[in-house]
């Protein structure tokens, strides 16, 4: 079965630090486009971060300087390590399998995500 | 970076009708790399449409998307119960959401 499951979120005093997660299975992370993606409190959809198959990372600039996403191919797991948090940070956080053919320039979007976890930065 | 805004922000519904939810790209937009998805309340979003127009695996019929350029559309053709929910589309490249559109039960 393809999943994603998340763990690492919790509750941190600004200016901490924190690892998140995401180990999957079913499917190759190496192999894939893999993203962060959160939604604080009521709020709408933010792309954080993404991992490309061949390495290359983007970021969101709320998290640059701050995040950086990771991924260790022999555990097939994705990780956001979190720097510098801050009271704008806290959401829940969605790791999301996306998937992109360069040979047919098709976007098949992000087709796989874990049920997420939550991330409180308070003091 | 291109910025995708939805419209409207609420959409109010009755079961059975028809529901056409927009997303506008601040740039134009290879519709190859429109993606739109669905949220409930405490679950995680479940893709829709890729490429603008193809539904993603066990889709039901009655979503569609369409357009190209800067305008893309998702549309419901007849709103089941289980449809009223939050949608959004995404583009990639720049990775961004649009800020989303609630349909509700009139």
């Known amino acids: 079965e393809v999943q994603l499951v998340e763990s690492g979120g919790g509750l941190i005093q600004p200016g901490g630090s924190l690892r998140l997660s995401c180990a999957a299975s079913g499917f190759t992370v190496s192999s894939n486009y893999m993203s962060w993606v959160r939604q604080a409190p009521g709020k709408g959809l933010e792309w954080v971060s993404v991992?490309?198959?061949?390495?290359?990372?983007y970021y969101a600039d709320s998290v640059k300087g701050r995040f950086t996403i990771s991924r260790d191919n022999s555990k097939n797991t994705l990780y956001l390590q979190m720097n510098s948090l801050r009271a704008e940070d806290t959401a829940v956080y969605y790791c999301a399998r996306g998937r992109y053919f360069d040979s047919i320039d098709i976007y098949y979007g992000m087709d796989v995500w874990g049920q997420g976890t939550t991330v409180t930065v308070s003091s | 970076e291109i910025v995708l805004t939805q419209s409207p922000g609420t959409l109010s519904l009755s079961p059975g009708e028809r529901a056409t939810l927009s997303c506008r790209a601040s740039q134009s937009v290879s519709s190859s790399y429109l993606a739109w998805y669905q949220q409930k309340p405490g679950q995680a979003p479940r893709l829709l449409i890729y490429g603008a127009s193809s539904r993603a695996t066990g889709i039901p019929d009655r979503f569609s998307g369409s357009g190209s350029g800067t305008d893309f559309t998702l549309t419901i053709s007849r709103l089941e119960p289980e449809d009223f929910a939050v949608y959004y589309c995404?583009?990639?490249?720049?990775?961004?959401f649009g800020q989303g559109t609630k349909v509700e039960i009139k």
């Open positions: 995404q583009q990639y490249g720049s990775w961004t």
């Open positions: 991992i490309y198959s061949g390495g290359s990372t």
